[in-house]
């Protein structure tokens, strides 16, 4: 019954905010040895803003998946704990500096606006469908919006950022990803019967026909232009593998995976010939202890390998809440949180929270599995992946596993742009399940009966 479950969900979301009161005070403690005196203030807060959450859930999406607002709320609220014990260190660095809690906090009341918003207005996510061609529009003028004159801004050598007065900064291509990919899943539903016929056999791989590669070469052509013109490997990245990801959902069909591995990776390796920025950054992540590249002005190496410095620190257990030093990371409260808090919660912590990650992409590949038609499988299983493999790409950047990319990490870095998408990410997994999980009307009417002549 969808009652017993929102009460296991509430009692889920109350221990989440305990934990991030329990990091919260642990940090206070270590620092200067007494509870932090806003402890009560952030834990109404962060409570009162989920309990809002909760109830618009509980109302509005009743038999949506009860794990993903705990998990989300549990990651959100560490991120938050993170950005204030970066805050509070008194060594003077940029990354102390720039740090704030407060406007952190103010982002998630706004990332909780835009939940509710879209669970109270979007009441059956299969209208989306019909707005296939208007989201990839969308997306793609988000996406290349930064290359406009006047508001366009070029940021530490990247051009990602839009500038809107009274505003501020925003990053557009977190929120062209949404609609990129309910571009994929509207036109992949309606295209794949097309794109999952054979052509020719190549050893064990059936390849597609000839004609069936423009949406990919398409798509190829766009993350190129993205990480030539804006130098943004990480958009460039996500946006191409979560549409060969969708592509092989869609079709089941593996060379679609293996020629959008091999376009990407020479594209990549083209580019890093023929521009010096993306051959920056192949040298940093193959040389990064070199004292040239090191010691370089913009885009050099001390900001990747001083966050595996931070995390060799912290070993196995890590140094403790508040007791090591993360501050000495450049943008520890924005590209390397994951290292700044891998160093405090070591590799046991880092596990757990890879693990809590790994629970909220499970939930929804769940929903995509349970769901009744094509369209929202596609939907569920590609903002699933989407979530998933950002994750891998800035935890493998940081690890030095792959090149660093610049994306950020969901729900925990400091920055509104990245939070209110990743928000609004939930949101439509939140919805999807609930459409996913809800029995049919005869169903529901019959365990109504049951109810009454058990009484």
Same mark, same amino acid.
């Given at each position: 019954? +969808?009652?017993?479950?929102?009460?296991?969900? !509430?009692?889920?979301?109350?221990?989440?905010?305990?934990?991030?009161?329990?990091? %919260?005070?642990?940090?206070?403690?270590?620092?200067?040895?007494?509870?932090?005196?806003?402890?009560?203030? @952030?834990?109404?807060?962060?409570?009162?803003?989920?309990?809002? #959450?909760?109830?618009?859930?509980?109302?509005?999406?009743?038999?949506?998946? /009860?794990?993903?607002?705990?998990?989300?709320?549990?990651?959100?609220?560490?991120?938050?704990?993170?950005? @204030?014990?970066?805050?509070?260190? $008194?060594?003077?660095? +940029?990354?102390?500096?720039?740090?704030?809690?407060?406007?952190?906090?103010?982002?998630?009341?706004? *990332?909780?606006?835009?939940?509710?918003?879209?669970?109270?207005?979007?009441? $059956?996510?299969?209208?989306?469908?019909?707005?296939? %061609? &208007?989201?990839?529009?969308?997306?793609?003028?988000?996406?290349?919006?930064?290359?406009?004159?006047?508001?366009?801004?070029? =940021?530490?050598?990247?051009?990602?950022?839009?500038?809107?007065? *009274?505003?501020?900064?925003?990053? +557009?291509?977190?929120?062209?990803?949404?609609?990129?990919?309910?571009?994929?899943?509207?036109?992949?539903?309606?295209?794949?019967?097309?794109?999952?016929?054979?052509?020719?056999? !190549?050893?064990?791989?059936?390849?597609?026909?000839?004609? $069936?590669?423009? +949406?990919?070469?398409?798509?190829?052509?766009?993350?190129?232009?993205?990480?030539?013109?804006?130098?943004?490997?990480?958009?460039?990245?996500?946006?191409?593998? &979560?549409?060969?990801?969708?592509?092989?959902?869609?079709?089941?069909?593996?060379?679609?995976?293996?020629?959008?591995?091999?376009?990407?990776?020479?594209?990549?390796?083209?580019?890093?010939?023929?521009?010096?920025?993306? *051959?920056?950054?192949?040298?940093?992540?193959?040389?990064?202890?070199?004292?040239?590249? %090191?010691?370089?002005?913009?885009?050099?190496?001390?900001?990747?390998?001083?966050?595996?410095?931070?995390?060799?620190?912290?070993?196995? !257990?890590?140094? *403790?809440?508040?007791?090591?030093? /993360?501050?000495?990371?450049?943008?520890?409260?924005?590209?390397?949180?994951?290292? #700044?808090?891998?160093?405090?919660?070591?590799? &046991?912590?880092?596990?757990?929270?890879?693990? =809590?990650?790994?629970?909220?992409?499970?939930?929804?590949?769940?929903?995509?599995?349970?769901?009744? $038609? /094509?369209?929202?499988?596609?939907?569920?299983?590609?903002?699933?992946?989407?979530?998933?493999?950002?994750?891998?790409?800035?935890?493998?950047?940081?690890?030095?596993?792959?090149?660093? &990319?610049?994306?950020?990490?969901?729900?925990?870095?400091?920055?509104?742009?990245?939070?209110?998408?990743?928000?609004?990410?939930? #949101?439509?997994?939140?919805?999807?399940?609930?459409?996913?999980?809800?029995?049919? /009307?005869?169903?529901?009417?019959?365990?109504?009966?049951?109810?009454?002549?058990?009484?």
């Amino acid at each position: 019954m +969808p009652a017993k479950r929102r009460v296991a969900q !509430l009692l889920m979301l109350a221990l989440a905010v305990v934990i991030v009161m329990g990091a %919260y005070a642990n940090v206070g403690l270590a620092m200067d040895e007494q509870i932090p005196s806003g402890m009560l203030t @952030y834990g109404l807060s962060l409570g009162g803003l989920m309990l809002a #959450a909760y109830l618009v859930l509980a109302k509005f999406a009743p038999w949506a998946d /009860p794990l993903i607002l705990p998990l989300v709320t549990l990651v959100n609220g560490l991120g938050l704990v993170m950005i @204030y014990r970066l805050s509070e260190s $008194d060594s003077g660095l +940029p990354s102390a500096k720039l740090a704030s809690p407060n406007t952190q906090l103010l982002w998630t009341l706004i *990332g909780i606006v835009l939940f509710s918003v879209t669970l109270i207005f979007l009441r $059956d996510h299969r209208a989306l469908q019909r707005l296939t %061609y &208007t989201a990839g529009a969308a997306g793609i003028f988000l996406l290349l919006s930064p290359l406009l004159p006047v508001i366009g801004q070029d =940021v530490n050598g990247a051009r990602i950022w839009v500038g809107i007065p *009274g505003v501020g900064q925003i990053q +557009p291509a977190e929120f062209a990803k949404l609609a990129l990919v309910i571009f994929f899943a509207g036109y992949l539903v309606a295209k794949r019967d097309v794109l999952a016929l054979a052509g020719r056999r !190549l050893l064990f791989i059936d390849l597609p026909r000839a004609r $069936d590669l423009g +949406p990919v070469l398409i798509t190829w052509g766009v993350s190129l232009g993205v990480l030539v013109m804006q130098k943004d490997l990480g958009s460039s990245l996500l946006l191409f593998g &979560t549409f060969i990801a969708m592509l092989y959902i869609a079709t089941q069909r593996i060379s679609w995976v293996i020629i959008g591995i091999l376009l990407f990776v020479g594209g990549a390796v083209l580019a890093g010939i023929a521009f010096d920025h993306v *051959g920056d950054r192949l040298e940093i992540w193959l040389d990064p202890g070199n004292p040239e590249f %090191y010691n370089r002005e913009l885009g050099g190496s001390e900001q990747l390998m001083q966050g595996l410095f931070a995390m060799g620190s912290g070993g196995i !257990l890590g140094t *403790g809440l508040g007791q090591g030093h /993360p501050d000495l990371i450049p943008l520890a409260f924005s590209d390397f949180i994951f290292a #700044a808090t891998g160093e405090e919660i070591g590799l &046991t912590g880092i596990m757990a929270l890879l693990m =809590v990650y790994a629970l909220i992409v499970e939930r929804g590949l769940r929903t995509s599995l349970a769901a009744r $038609d /094509p369209f929202t499988k596609l939907l569920s299983g590609g903002l699933s992946f989407l979530l998933a493999w950002q994750i891998f790409i800035i935890v493998g950047g940081v690890t030095r596993l792959i090149p660093l &990319t610049g994306l950020v990490t969901p729900f925990m870095s400091q920055g509104g742009s990245a939070l209110l998408a990743n928000w609004i990410l939930i #949101a439509l997994l939140v919805r999807m399940s609930d459409a996913a999980r809800r029995p049919p /009307p005869q169903a529901i009417q019959d365990e109504g009966l049951t109810q009454v002549f058990q009484r």
